[in-house]
């Protein structure tokens, strides 16, 4: 069975040769083609918790000892020792590093340097 004959002005139409121009769609946008002057405010993922093992230990001793804190003086010591420790850590680290653990910007650091360099809207 032989394919059907079509007129010679569908297959020009089929195959897009009745374009005059070639070119592509227009695109106009909704909104203007510019960054905003801030971004969203993301909650920082949590790190790892420290001083795990030092607060499993005070509350077994404090178990032990009907929760007495005279008995488990060494444990709580030792306890706030690290939590000390892990906060001085905490804030060196965030003086020196300007990016998160991913290797980003924070959005509050985003939103800073937003202020300082705002977009340009319109010409001068």
Same mark, same amino acid.
Do not use: H
């Given at each position: 069975?032989?394919?059907?004959? +079509?007129?010679?002005?569908? !297959? ?10 070639? *070119?592509?769609?227009? =695109? ?12 969203? @405010? ?5 790190? $790892? ?8 230990? #005070? ?18 010591? #030792? ?7 892990? $906060?001085? $850590?905490?804030? @060196?680290?965030? $003086?020196?590093? !300007? ?16 202020? *300082?360099?705002?977009? =340009?809207?319109? +010409?001068?």
């Amino acid at each position: 069975m032989a394919a059907p004959v +079509y007129p010679a002005w569908v !297959t020009r139409w089929v195959s897009g040769q009745w374009r005059q121009k070639k *070119r592509p769609p227009v =695109i106009r946008p909704t909104r203007p083609l510019v960054l905003a002057n801030k971004v969203a @405010n993301r909650r920082e993922q949590a790190g $790892e918790a420290t001083c795990i093992t030092e607060m499993s230990v #005070m509350m077994a001793c404090w178990k032990q000892n009907d929760f007495n804190d005279a008995a488990c003086a060494e444990e709580i010591r #030792m306890f706030y020792d690290c939590v000390a420790k892990a $906060e001085k $850590e905490r804030k @060196n680290q965030n $003086e020196q590093d !300007t990016l998160s653990p991913r290797g980003n910007l924070t959005s509050s650091k985003v939103n800073k340097l937003l202020r *300082r360099f705002p977009q =340009i809207t319109r +010409y001068v």
